[in-house]
Structures are given as C-alpha cells and as structure tokens.
C-alpha cells in the first residue's frame, strides 16, 4: 500500500449528515494536506495540518493528525450536495518538497 | 492575484508527437511541483523544481519526459514521442518554499490519439 491511502474508498451520505473520512500513511511527515477536487476540474486545498498539530478547523471542516498511529481523518458536518467531490490527503515528508497523494475517497452527497 | 496558470487546459497528440505543458506559478512563488493524474486515480508526483534546478525528479520517467524552470518564464513540461498511456491530466503546484502550502493550477488534460 502506498503513503496517504484514503478510507473509505467510496462513501454515499444523505444531505445534512456528517461524512467522515480517513487517511492513513507510513512514513513520518511534515504536514499532511486535505485536498477537494470536483469531476474533471483542478484541485482545491482545503486544510494543511503540521506534523506537531493535533486538530484544525475552517468552517465544516475539521481535521485532526495523530502521528502516533500515522493517521488523520476529515471531517465534514451537515453536508451539501455542493460537497460532492473526490477527497484526497497528501503528505509531505520531512525534507522533501513533494507531496504523495493517496488515491481519494469520492463522496456523495444526495440531496 | 492570479493563481497558477496552466496551458494549454487541452491538448491533443497523435502518437509520436511532442508535448508542451506551461505552467505560471503564483506570483511570489519559487517552488513549482508537476503531477500526474490517471482517470480513478489520485495524482502521482513527477519533479519537483526550483528556479533553473530540478530538486526532485524521482517519479518522473526515465525516457521522454523531461522538466524545466527557467530564470524567466514559465516551467514546461515536455513530453516527446508521445504514446497513448501518456493520456492523463498533468497538474502544476506551486509554493513559496519548500514544505509550505501548494496552490494547484486547473490542469492540463493530454490526450493522445
């Protein structure tokens, strides 16, 4: 398996519910990035966490790190039908300017 | 403040041909990041670059693929005797300096006939 895998690989949500997403990785990092990107159109950053972080926040969002089990989960509450998008996480390794993408959970959100 | 521009959004090649992808960072920024995405897929790093030296160029391809950020201009992507495995949508990151946030630009999709 490779760094910054997602989990679930797929998750389906009525609108107004909480969808939970996770992301594993192996190595130790930097910072580990939550990224949206909708059908066939460019990426958007959501949230970057460092290393020596345990939780952010922005808007319905929340992330939160455990570096302890290399783990961090996404967190979107009362969701949209706007939400509905590939998410992906990436890491960045210490040292290492480029970031490993795992390969998303895609989320959907029926109104 | 414009974000990172990418062109073309489209391309088209037929087997054997050459490819040119342009990418404009964000103004301020030094740092430029090529990906690659197949379709169902997340994006696989390729080369990493700073102005007028490659950083990191561990995913890229050994033969046809080849990476540049000159002094002045913008960072091209070059991908010569394309094949048809080569379809995929080619992302450019950029930041300010190593390990900081990296902004995306809309992406190039590549199509190879």
């Known amino acids: 398996s490779q760094q910054g895998e997602e989990d679930p690989q797929a998750l389906s949500i009525q609108e107004g519910e909480n969808a939970t997403m996770n992301c594993s990785y192996k190595?130790?990092?930097?910072?580990l990035q939550w990224y949206r990107q909708n059908s066939g159109r460019g990426l958007v950053h959501l949230i970057l966490?460092?290393?020596?972080?345990r939780e952010k926040h922005s808007g319905r969002l929340r992330v939160t790190l455990d570096t302890s089990k290399k783990s961090s989960s996404l967190l979107i509450t009362a969701s949209r039908a706007a939400d509905t998008a590939s998410y992906f996480c990436?890491?960045?390794?210490?040292?290492?300017?480029?970031?490993?993408f795992g390969d998303g959970t895609t989320l959907t959100v029926k109104p | 403040n414009a974000g990172v521009m990418q062109n073309p959004r489209h391309l088209v090649r037929r087997r054997g041909q050459e490819a040119r992808l342009r990418c404009s960072p964000m103004?301020?920024?030094?740092?430029v990041y090529w990906y690659r995405q197949l379709p169902e897929e997340g994006l696989k790093f390729m080369v990493y670059?700073?102005?007028?030296?490659?950083?990191?160029e561990s995913g890229m391809p050994k033969e046809r693929f080849s990476a540049e950020f000159p002094k002045e201009g913008p960072s091209i992507l070059r991908i010569q005797q394309v094949v048809r495995g080569d379809s995929a949508a080619y992302f450019c990151?950029?930041?300010?300096?190593?390990?900081?946030?990296?902004?995306f630009g809309p992406g190039t999709r590549l199509t190879v006939l």
């Open positions: 966490i460092r290393s020596n972080e």
């Open positions: 190595t130790s990092i930097n910072n």
């Open positions: 670059l700073q102005k007028e030296n490659i950083i990191d």
């Open positions: 103004k301020g920024h030094s740092h």
């Open positions: 990151a950029s930041s300010r300096t190593q390990g900081d946030e990296q902004f």
């Open positions: 990436a890491t960045d390794g210490a040292n290492a300017g480029k970031s490993t």
